[in-house]
């Protein structure tokens, strides 16, 4: 399984950008897929998740800014990310969740066991 990020850059405070993650080597659609950021000095952390059937969830702290969503046809998961702040500043990863049509997309990391190689988003202020 191979999970490929992309679309990290720097963006300023109250800009937008938009995350994907490309998933190849199992079947998309029946796996939950998540967004997780870490930053300096910091532990990763959940950002946002998406189950197999489209249920979403979201941090508090990026809740009502940020988006996740999938295409199944693509075998992509997207994170819209709006209203950007310097605190978002982090290297963000995908990760797919391997339990098979479960109705929870999972909030931990220890609950994903496939990890794409992480894209970094800095915002400056």
């Known amino acids: 399984v191979q999970l490929q990020a992309s679309g990290g850059g720097l963006v300023q405070a109250g800009g937008s950008l938009r995350l994907s993650c490309t998933v190849s080597?199992?079947?998309?659609?029946?796996?939950?897929m998540g967004w997780f950021r870490q930053a300096p000095g910091k532990e990763r952390e959940f950002a946002a998740g998406?189950?197999?059937?489209?249920?979403?969830g979201y941090a508090d702290s990026v809740k009502g800014r940020f988006s996740i969503s999938r295409d199944n046809a693509k075998n992509t998961v997207y994170l819209q990310m709006n209203s950007l702040k310097p605190e978002d500043t982090a290297v963000y990863y995908c990760?797919?969740?391997?339990?098979?049509?479960?109705?929870?997309?999972?909030?931990?990391?220890?609950?994903?066991?496939?990890w794409g190689q992480g894209t970094l988003v800095t915002v400056s202020s």
């Open positions: 080597g199992r079947t998309f659609s029946m796996y939950a």
């Open positions: 998406i189950s197999w059937n489209g249920k979403t």
């Open positions: 990760a797919l969740r391997s339990s098979a049509l479960v109705n929870y997309y999972g909030s931990t990391p220890e609950e994903y066991n496939y």
